[in-house]
Protein backbone atom coordinates (compact mmCIF):
# COMPACT_ATOMS: atom_id res chain seq x y z
CA UNK A 1 0.00 0.00 0.00
CA UNK A 2 1.37 3.28 -0.64
CA UNK A 3 0.71 6.57 0.86
CA UNK A 4 -0.45 10.33 -0.35
CA UNK A 5 1.90 12.57 2.10
CA UNK A 6 2.22 16.15 2.33
CA UNK A 7 5.43 17.84 3.89
CA UNK A 8 4.29 21.20 5.54
CA UNK A 9 7.78 23.35 5.88
CA UNK A 10 9.16 21.84 2.95
CA UNK A 11 11.36 24.48 2.03
CA UNK A 12 12.84 24.83 5.34
CA UNK A 13 15.93 22.44 6.96
CA UNK A 14 13.87 19.98 8.83
CA UNK A 15 11.32 19.34 5.76
CA UNK A 16 14.30 19.16 3.46
CA UNK A 17 15.28 16.30 5.28
CA UNK A 18 11.99 14.86 5.43
CA UNK A 19 12.24 14.56 1.65
CA UNK A 20 15.82 12.95 1.59
CA UNK A 21 14.86 10.63 4.94
CA UNK A 22 11.78 9.52 2.77
CA UNK A 23 13.76 8.63 -0.44
CA UNK A 24 16.55 6.98 1.64
CA UNK A 25 13.94 4.68 3.65
CA UNK A 26 12.06 4.13 0.63
CA UNK A 27 8.81 5.16 2.51
CA UNK A 28 5.92 4.35 0.28
CA UNK A 29 4.43 7.70 -1.33
CA UNK A 30 2.29 7.22 -3.65
CA UNK A 31 1.86 11.38 -4.02
CA UNK A 32 3.67 14.36 -2.28
CA UNK A 33 2.66 17.66 -1.67
CA UNK A 34 5.11 20.51 -0.58
CA UNK A 35 3.34 23.15 1.77
CA UNK A 36 5.64 26.26 3.04
CA UNK A 37 4.65 30.45 3.00
CA UNK A 38 3.13 32.13 0.34
CA UNK A 39 6.86 33.00 -0.66
CA UNK A 40 7.86 30.13 -1.70
CA UNK A 41 4.36 29.02 -3.92
CA UNK A 42 5.71 27.95 -7.36
CA UNK A 43 9.30 27.37 -5.90
CA UNK A 44 10.34 23.49 -6.89
CA UNK A 45 12.08 20.86 -5.05
CA UNK A 46 13.49 17.43 -6.09
CA UNK A 47 11.93 14.38 -4.65
CA UNK A 48 13.38 11.00 -5.82
CA UNK A 49 14.74 13.50 -8.89
CA UNK A 50 11.73 14.92 -9.91
CA UNK A 51 10.44 18.87 -9.24
CA UNK A 52 7.62 18.97 -7.29
CA UNK A 53 6.27 22.53 -7.02
CA UNK A 54 5.84 24.19 -3.31
CA UNK A 55 2.13 25.07 -2.66
CA UNK A 56 1.07 27.75 -0.38
CA UNK A 57 -0.52 25.97 2.55
CA UNK A 58 -3.83 26.59 3.59
CA UNK A 59 -6.52 24.92 4.99
CA UNK A 60 -7.53 23.10 1.90
CA UNK A 61 -4.04 21.69 1.62
CA UNK A 62 -5.26 18.44 2.64
CA UNK A 63 -7.72 16.89 0.26
CA UNK A 64 -6.94 12.78 -0.09
CA UNK A 65 -3.51 13.22 2.25
CA UNK A 66 -3.12 10.60 4.60
CA UNK A 67 -0.14 11.80 6.37
CA UNK A 68 0.96 15.27 7.01
CA UNK A 69 4.54 15.76 8.37
CA UNK A 70 3.94 18.91 9.64
CA UNK A 71 7.75 21.63 10.38
CA UNK A 72 6.23 24.94 9.85
CA UNK A 73 6.12 26.30 13.26
CA UNK A 74 3.87 25.97 16.13
CA UNK A 75 1.61 28.64 15.07
CA UNK A 76 1.22 27.32 11.56
CA UNK A 77 0.58 23.41 13.37
CA UNK A 78 -2.08 25.17 15.68
CA UNK A 79 -3.65 26.73 12.96
CA UNK A 80 -4.15 24.00 10.28
CA UNK A 81 -3.53 20.87 11.71
CA UNK A 82 -6.99 20.32 12.54
CA UNK A 83 -8.02 21.25 8.98
CA UNK A 84 -5.25 18.17 8.14
CA UNK A 85 -7.17 16.16 10.52
CA UNK A 86 -10.49 16.89 9.42
CA UNK A 87 -9.86 15.76 6.24
CA UNK A 88 -8.60 12.81 7.38
CA UNK A 89 -5.10 12.64 7.50
CA UNK A 90 -2.73 11.44 10.64
CA UNK A 91 -0.40 14.31 11.22
CA UNK A 92 3.45 13.58 13.02
CA UNK A 93 4.21 17.20 13.74
CA UNK A 94 7.66 18.41 15.10
CA UNK A 95 6.47 21.88 16.40
CA UNK A 96 6.16 22.11 20.28
CA UNK A 97 2.26 22.97 19.90
CA UNK A 98 0.78 19.73 20.70
CA UNK A 99 3.51 18.27 22.51
CA UNK A 100 2.35 18.45 26.15
CA UNK A 101 -1.72 18.01 25.29
CA UNK A 102 -2.94 15.13 27.11
CA UNK A 103 -4.64 13.67 24.35
CA UNK A 104 -1.86 14.07 21.60
CA UNK A 105 0.87 11.04 22.12
CA UNK A 106 4.72 12.34 22.23
CA UNK A 107 7.11 9.90 20.65
CA UNK A 108 10.46 8.49 20.50
CA UNK A 109 9.92 5.22 18.83
CA UNK A 110 13.14 3.55 21.24
CA UNK A 111 10.95 4.49 24.29
CA UNK A 112 7.51 4.84 23.80
CA UNK A 113 6.50 3.55 20.22
CA UNK A 114 3.06 2.02 22.04
CA UNK A 115 1.31 5.69 22.78
CA UNK A 116 1.48 5.67 18.62
CA UNK A 117 -1.96 3.96 18.04
CA UNK A 118 -3.61 6.25 21.11
CA UNK A 119 -3.21 9.03 18.55
CA UNK A 120 -6.54 11.14 17.68
CA UNK A 121 -5.53 12.75 14.67
CA UNK A 122 -1.87 14.35 15.49
CA UNK A 123 1.51 12.84 17.13
CA UNK A 124 3.82 15.10 18.01
CA UNK A 125 7.71 14.76 17.97
CA UNK A 126 9.85 16.02 20.96
CA UNK A 127 12.34 18.65 20.97
CA UNK A 128 15.47 17.76 19.55
CA UNK A 129 17.45 17.75 22.58
CA UNK A 130 15.21 16.13 24.34
CA UNK A 131 14.63 12.73 22.06
CA UNK A 132 18.53 11.78 21.82
CA UNK A 133 18.82 12.40 25.80
CA UNK A 134 15.87 9.88 26.50
CA UNK A 135 17.27 7.30 23.47
CA UNK A 136 20.10 7.15 25.80
CA UNK A 137 18.38 7.23 29.14
CA UNK A 138 15.61 4.89 28.80
CA UNK A 139 17.38 1.58 28.80
CA UNK A 140 19.10 3.11 32.17
CA UNK A 141 15.97 4.09 33.64
CA UNK A 142 14.12 0.41 32.84
CA UNK A 143 17.52 -0.79 34.93
CA UNK A 144 17.30 1.38 37.48
CA UNK A 145 14.67 3.96 38.06
CA UNK A 146 16.21 7.89 37.12
CA UNK A 147 15.87 10.58 39.89
CA UNK A 148 17.24 13.46 38.55
CA UNK A 149 19.14 14.75 35.93
CA UNK A 150 21.53 17.59 35.44
CA UNK A 151 21.52 17.92 31.40
CA UNK A 152 23.79 21.39 29.78
CA UNK A 153 22.71 21.21 26.18
CA UNK A 154 25.63 22.75 23.45
CA UNK A 155 22.99 23.23 20.41
CA UNK A 156 23.86 23.90 16.75
CA UNK A 157 22.73 26.33 15.13
CA UNK A 158 20.12 24.54 12.41
CA UNK A 159 18.20 23.59 15.64
CA UNK A 160 16.78 27.27 14.70
CA UNK A 161 16.16 26.47 10.99
CA UNK A 162 17.80 27.56 7.69
CA UNK A 163 18.08 30.97 8.09
CA UNK A 164 20.19 30.50 11.23
CA UNK A 165 22.54 28.38 9.03
CA UNK A 166 23.21 30.99 6.87
CA UNK A 167 23.95 33.75 9.65
CA UNK A 168 26.89 31.61 11.29
CA UNK A 169 28.04 31.27 7.61
CA UNK A 170 28.04 34.96 6.84
CA UNK A 171 29.17 35.87 10.40
CA UNK A 172 32.21 33.76 10.08
CA UNK A 173 33.37 34.98 6.87
CA UNK A 174 32.58 38.74 8.33
CA UNK A 175 34.99 37.96 11.27
CA UNK A 176 37.53 36.04 9.70
CA UNK A 177 37.61 39.26 7.26
CA UNK A 178 37.89 41.18 10.60
CA UNK A 179 34.75 43.28 9.41
CA UNK A 180 31.99 44.48 11.26
CA UNK A 181 29.29 41.74 12.33
CA UNK A 182 26.05 42.80 12.86
CA UNK A 183 23.74 39.84 14.36
CA UNK A 184 20.15 39.46 12.61
CA UNK A 185 18.60 36.51 13.62
CA UNK A 186 20.22 35.58 16.83
CA UNK A 187 20.39 38.02 19.69
CA UNK A 188 24.28 38.67 19.68
CA UNK A 189 26.83 37.36 17.48
CA UNK A 190 27.30 33.42 17.08
CA UNK A 191 30.73 33.20 15.13
CA UNK A 192 32.98 32.75 17.63
CA UNK A 193 30.83 32.81 20.54
CA UNK A 194 28.28 30.48 22.94
CA UNK A 195 24.39 32.42 23.56
CA UNK A 196 23.08 30.71 26.84
CA UNK A 197 19.64 31.35 25.94
CA UNK A 198 17.04 29.20 23.82
CA UNK A 199 13.98 30.79 23.81
CA UNK A 200 12.27 33.15 25.65
CA UNK A 201 12.64 33.43 29.12
CA UNK A 202 10.27 32.70 31.70
CA UNK A 203 9.57 33.79 34.69
CA UNK A 204 11.10 31.39 36.58
CA UNK A 205 14.54 32.53 34.83
CA UNK A 206 14.58 29.40 33.08
CA UNK A 207 14.18 29.67 29.08
CA UNK A 208 11.11 28.27 27.75
CA UNK A 209 13.52 25.48 25.68
CA UNK A 210 15.42 24.40 29.56
CA UNK A 211 11.73 24.02 30.65
CA UNK A 212 10.44 22.00 27.80
CA UNK A 213 13.07 19.37 27.93
CA UNK A 214 11.78 18.39 31.45
CA UNK A 215 8.46 17.96 31.05
CA UNK A 216 8.70 16.23 27.95
CA UNK A 217 10.97 13.66 29.33
CA UNK A 218 8.52 13.11 31.89
CA UNK A 219 5.90 12.60 29.61
CA UNK A 220 8.00 9.85 27.36
CA UNK A 221 9.69 8.22 30.33
CA UNK A 222 5.91 7.89 31.72
CA UNK A 223 7.14 8.86 35.18
CA UNK A 224 5.58 12.64 36.74
CA UNK A 225 8.80 12.26 39.54
CA UNK A 226 11.81 12.55 37.09
CA UNK A 227 13.93 15.78 38.59
CA UNK A 228 15.63 17.69 35.58
CA UNK A 229 17.57 20.89 35.84
CA UNK A 230 18.82 21.42 32.02
CA UNK A 231 20.90 24.78 30.79
CA UNK A 232 20.59 25.10 27.06
CA UNK A 233 23.54 27.04 24.97
CA UNK A 234 23.50 28.30 21.47
CA UNK A 235 27.02 26.92 20.30
CA UNK A 236 28.87 27.48 16.66
CA UNK A 237 28.43 24.44 15.24
CA UNK A 238 26.37 23.88 11.73
CA UNK A 239 24.45 20.42 12.51
CA UNK A 240 24.34 17.90 15.65
CA UNK A 241 23.16 19.38 19.22
CA UNK A 242 25.81 17.71 22.21
CA UNK A 243 24.67 17.29 25.47
CA UNK A 244 26.54 16.88 29.26
CA UNK A 245 24.59 14.73 30.78
CA UNK A 246 24.57 13.90 34.42
CA UNK A 247 22.49 11.21 36.29
CA UNK A 248 21.40 10.26 39.71
CA UNK A 249 19.78 6.85 39.88
CA UNK A 250 17.50 4.93 42.76
CA UNK A 251 20.43 2.00 42.87
CA UNK A 252 23.88 1.74 42.16
CA UNK A 253 24.72 1.21 38.64
CA UNK A 254 28.38 1.49 37.33
CA UNK A 255 29.66 3.03 34.69
CA UNK A 256 31.26 -0.13 32.66
CA UNK A 257 26.85 -1.53 32.95
CA UNK A 258 25.72 1.17 31.77
CA UNK A 259 28.21 0.99 28.52
CA UNK A 260 27.07 -2.41 28.38
CA UNK A 261 23.37 -1.60 28.90
CA UNK A 262 24.02 1.08 26.17
CA UNK A 263 25.92 -0.73 23.43
CA UNK A 264 22.73 -3.34 22.95
CA UNK A 265 19.94 -0.60 22.74
CA UNK A 266 18.44 0.29 19.82
CA UNK A 267 19.27 3.86 18.14
CA UNK A 268 22.70 4.54 20.16
CA UNK A 269 26.49 3.50 19.04
CA UNK A 270 28.76 4.42 22.55
CA UNK A 271 32.16 5.75 21.11
CA UNK A 272 33.80 5.76 24.47
CA UNK A 273 37.36 5.01 24.58
CA UNK A 274 39.17 8.23 25.83
CA UNK A 275 42.70 6.57 26.15
CA UNK A 276 42.51 7.02 22.12
CA UNK A 277 41.07 10.33 22.18
CA UNK A 278 37.44 8.66 21.19
CA UNK A 279 34.37 9.96 22.17
CA UNK A 280 31.34 11.63 20.28
CA UNK A 281 31.81 14.93 18.50
CA UNK A 282 29.35 16.73 16.13
CA UNK A 283 31.76 16.17 13.05
CA UNK A 284 30.90 12.25 13.60
CA UNK A 285 27.39 13.02 14.14
CA UNK A 286 26.55 14.88 11.19
CA UNK A 287 24.44 13.26 8.91
CA UNK A 288 23.91 10.32 10.95
CA UNK A 289 21.05 8.03 11.87
CA UNK A 290 22.29 7.61 15.41
CA UNK A 291 22.49 9.03 19.05
CA UNK A 292 25.92 8.33 20.38
CA UNK A 293 27.08 8.20 23.76
CA UNK A 294 30.47 8.60 25.52
CA UNK A 295 32.58 10.07 28.15
CA UNK A 296 30.36 7.87 30.21
CA UNK A 297 31.65 7.66 33.90
CA UNK A 298 30.93 7.35 37.93
CA UNK A 299 29.78 10.75 39.21
CA UNK A 300 32.23 10.28 42.41
CA UNK A 301 30.58 13.35 44.10
CA UNK A 302 27.35 11.79 45.11
CA UNK A 303 26.14 8.12 45.71
CA UNK A 304 24.68 6.94 42.61
CA UNK A 305 25.60 8.91 39.89
CA UNK A 306 26.28 8.72 35.92
CA UNK A 307 27.75 11.38 33.86
CA UNK A 308 28.15 11.07 30.23
CA UNK A 309 28.03 13.00 26.95
CA UNK A 310 25.79 12.58 23.93
CA UNK A 311 25.68 13.89 20.63
CA UNK A 312 23.09 13.40 17.56
CA UNK A 313 22.32 15.18 14.41
CA UNK A 314 19.75 17.68 15.38
CA UNK A 315 17.66 17.98 11.61
CA UNK A 316 17.40 13.95 11.62
CA UNK A 317 16.74 12.16 14.93
CA UNK A 318 16.17 15.00 16.91
CA UNK A 319 13.23 15.98 14.03
CA UNK A 320 12.92 14.53 10.42
CA UNK A 321 14.00 11.23 11.07
CA UNK A 322 11.95 10.06 14.26
CA UNK A 323 9.07 11.49 12.65
CA UNK A 324 9.32 9.17 9.86
CA UNK A 325 10.07 5.99 12.31
CA UNK A 326 6.69 7.06 13.91
CA UNK A 327 5.30 7.03 10.42
CA UNK A 328 6.53 3.81 9.57
CA UNK A 329 5.14 2.35 12.31
CA UNK A 330 1.71 4.21 12.00
CA UNK A 331 1.33 2.22 8.70
CA UNK A 332 2.10 -1.21 9.81
P1 LIG B 1 13.01 26.64 9.05
O1 LIG B 1 14.22 26.17 8.37
O2 LIG B 1 12.94 28.07 9.43
O3 LIG B 1 11.74 26.28 8.13
C1 LIG B 1 10.43 26.74 8.41
C2 LIG B 1 9.48 26.22 7.38
O4 LIG B 1 8.16 26.70 7.74
C3 LIG B 1 9.75 26.73 5.96
O5 LIG B 1 9.40 25.75 5.03
C4 LIG B 1 8.80 27.92 5.85
O6 LIG B 1 8.39 28.21 4.53
C5 LIG B 1 7.60 27.36 6.62
N1 LIG B 1 6.72 28.46 7.02
C6 LIG B 1 7.05 29.55 7.73
N2 LIG B 1 5.98 30.36 7.85
C7 LIG B 1 4.97 29.78 7.17
C8 LIG B 1 3.63 30.13 6.90
N3 LIG B 1 3.09 31.26 7.35
N4 LIG B 1 2.87 29.27 6.17
C9 LIG B 1 3.41 28.13 5.68
N5 LIG B 1 4.67 27.74 5.91
C10 LIG B 1 5.44 28.55 6.65
O7 LIG B 1 12.72 25.83 10.40
P2 LIG B 1 13.08 24.29 10.77
O8 LIG B 1 14.34 24.26 11.50
O9 LIG B 1 12.90 23.45 9.57
O10 LIG B 1 11.97 23.98 11.87
C11 LIG B 1 10.63 23.75 11.53
C12 LIG B 1 9.87 23.25 12.74
O11 LIG B 1 10.49 22.07 13.24
C13 LIG B 1 9.82 24.22 13.92
O12 LIG B 1 8.57 24.10 14.56
C14 LIG B 1 10.92 23.71 14.82
O13 LIG B 1 10.71 24.06 16.18
C15 LIG B 1 10.80 22.22 14.62
N6 LIG B 1 12.03 21.49 14.90
C16 LIG B 1 13.20 21.86 14.33
C17 LIG B 1 14.35 21.14 14.62
C18 LIG B 1 15.68 21.51 14.03
O14 LIG B 1 16.70 20.90 14.41
N7 LIG B 1 15.76 22.45 13.11
C19 LIG B 1 14.30 20.07 15.51
C20 LIG B 1 13.08 19.72 16.09
C21 LIG B 1 11.96 20.45 15.77
P3 LIG B 1 9.08 29.42 3.69
O15 LIG B 1 10.42 28.90 3.25
O16 LIG B 1 8.13 29.62 2.56
O17 LIG B 1 9.19 30.59 4.62
Known amino acids: MKYNVAVMGATGAVGNCFLRILEERKFPVK ?26 LTHDSFKGIDIVL ?46 IKENKGIIANPNCSTIQMVVALWPIHRITKIKRIVVTTFQSVSGAGQKKIIELWEQSKMFLAK ?88 GLVVIDDPENNSYPMPMLAEGKDEVFVGRIRQDESIKNGISMWIVSDNIRKGAALNAIQIAERLIK
Open 179 to 266: KKVTPVEFPHRIAFNLIPQIDVFMENRYTKEEMKIGNETRKIMKDPFIQVNATCIRVPVFYAHSESVNIETEKHIGADEVQEILSKAP
Open 70 to 115: ASAGASRSLEFLPSAVKAGAVCVDNSSAFRTEKNVPLVVPEVNPEK
Open 31 to 56: NIRLLASEHSRGKKLKFKGKPYPVEA
